[in-house]
């Protein structure tokens, strides 16, 4: 059978083409890449960070991702602590509470914070972790060693808990909008690869490309969160603890939001539909409260 002028390919070679074919889609799967993108050899002469191959997609750039280490994205951490601390002691004061005793009490449960944020990162990743300590953090181990060393020491300090929650949820907010910035330098808790307008370029450590914007999105849910407990806190003064209550509850949903963005596999005994309608009755409810009382 002749085809415009050129004998048809032999059978095997059909095979063999169609062999070469699906091995290069198990490749762009594995390597989680979307759909149309292929790999192009570099040429010599070719940046000397990282291979010489780059990715190309109709419609998005990717390349070989490096991890930035650099001193602004270490010191993230650092300058988020230092904005909650500078919020918290203005707030103690207005609300006539000992500023050095809430300083004291909130750097040790910041210690404490840390301590947990790692090891909920060691214990996510079941200890396999590489790099320097602050590029493996887990918010929610933050919070849950935080909480718990702030009780502890309210209750040694003599001050009343539910105030003390309520003024230390704006600085800890913007410290987690600040902090999410540093996640973006460090290249975790990426977004997945996406040929959307809306995708950025970030890097995972391996595959830097534009994504989903997820460490940006909540970082900004962090900032609105934070500036609406502010002004809860100055202005509307709503019963105590429920300020805390409340924005804890809308990061959790809005987190839970932006899980389904995340390149990241989450696994959940409850599920993520299960924790964003549990933290949005709890949200309602906390507003309900406020209201009533």
């Given at each position: 059978?002749?085809?415009?002028?050129?004998?048809?390919?032999?059978?095997?070679?059909?095979?063999?083409?169609?062999?070469?074919?699906?091995?290069?889609?198990?490749?762009?799967?594995?390597?989680?890449?979307?759909?149309?993108?292929?790999?192009?050899?570099?040429?010599?002469?070719?940046?000397?960070?990282?291979?010489?191959?780059?990715?190309?997609?109709?419609?998005?750039?990717?390349?070989?991702?490096?991890r930035d280490d650099s001193l602004p994205?270490?010191?993230?951490?650092?300058?988020?602590?230092?904005?909650?601390?500078?919020?918290?002691?203005?707030?103690?004061?207005?609300?006539?509470?000992?500023?050095?005793?809430?300083?004291?009490?909130?750097?040790?449960?910041?210690?404490?914070?840390?301590?947990?944020?790692?090891?909920?990162?060691?214990?996510?990743?079941?200890?396999?972790?590489?790099?320097?300590?602050?590029?493996?953090?887990?918010?929610?181990?933050?919070?849950?060693?935080?909480?718990?060393?702030?009780?502890?020491?309210?209750?040694?300090?003599?001050?009343?808990?539910?105030?003390?929650?309520?003024?230390?949820?704006?600085?800890?907010?913007?410290?987690?909008?600040?902090?999410?910035?540093?996640?973006?330098l460090h290249g975790c808790c990426v977004g997945r690869l996406t040929a959307?307008?809306?995708?950025?370029?970030?890097?995972?450590?391996?595959?830097?490309?534009?994504?989903?914007?997820?460490?940006?999105?909540?970082?900004?849910?962090?900032?609105?969160?934070?500036?609406?407990?502010?002004?809860?806190?100055?202005?509307?003064?709503?019963?105590?603890?429920?300020?805390?209550?409340?924005?804890?509850?809308?990061?959790?949903?809005?987190?839970?939001?932006?899980?389904?963005?995340?390149?990241?596999?989450?696994?959940?005994?409850?599920?993520?539909?299960?924790?964003?309608?549990?933290?949005?009755?709890?949200?309602?409810?906390?507003?309900?409260?406020?209201?009533?009382?």
């Amino acid at each position: 059978m002749v085809v415009d002028g050129n004998r048809s390919p032999p059978r095997h070679e059909r095979w063999r083409s169609m062999r070469l074919a699906s091995a290069c889609r198990r490749e762009l799967a594995a390597r989680r890449l979307p759909a149309g993108v292929r790999q192009v050899p570099g040429q010599a002469g070719a940046a000397t960070k990282g291979p010489a191959g780059q990715w190309r997609h109709p419609r998005a750039e990717f390349s070989e991702g490096l991890r930035d280490d650099s001193l602004p994205g270490r010191r993230s951490p650092a300058v988020g602590v230092v904005a909650a601390l500078s919020v918290q002691a203005v707030l103690a004061g207005r609300a006539h509470l000992s500023v050095a005793a809430a300083l004291g009490v909130s750097l040790a449960a910041s210690v404490a914070g840390a301590g947990g944020a790692r090891a909920w990162y060691v214990a996510l990743n079941r200890g396999k972790v590489q790099g320097i300590p602050s590029q493996g953090l887990c918010i929610q181990g933050f919070i849950v060693a935080a909480v718990a060393v702030l009780i502890a020491g309210l209750a040694l300090a003599g001050l009343p808990v539910r105030t003390f929650l309520d003024i230390s949820a704006p600085g800890l907010f913007f410290a987690m909008a600040i902090g999410r910035q540093g996640c973006f330098l460090h290249g975790c808790c990426v977004g997945r690869l996406t040929a959307s307008r809306w995708g950025i370029w970030a890097s995972d450590g391996r595959v830097g490309g534009r994504r989903a914007p997820t460490q940006q999105l909540e970082s900004l849910a962090c900032l609105v969160i934070g500036l609406a407990a502010l002004l809860l806190v100055l202005q509307a003064r709503p019963p105590a603890g429920t300020v805390f209550v409340g924005a804890l509850a809308a990061y959790t949903v809005c987190r839970q939001i932006l899980f389904r963005y995340r390149e990241e596999p989450r696994k959940s005994s409850f599920g993520r539909r299960a924790v964003m309608i549990g933290a949005g009755l709890v949200l309602i409810a906390d507003i309900i409260a406020a209201i009533v009382a």
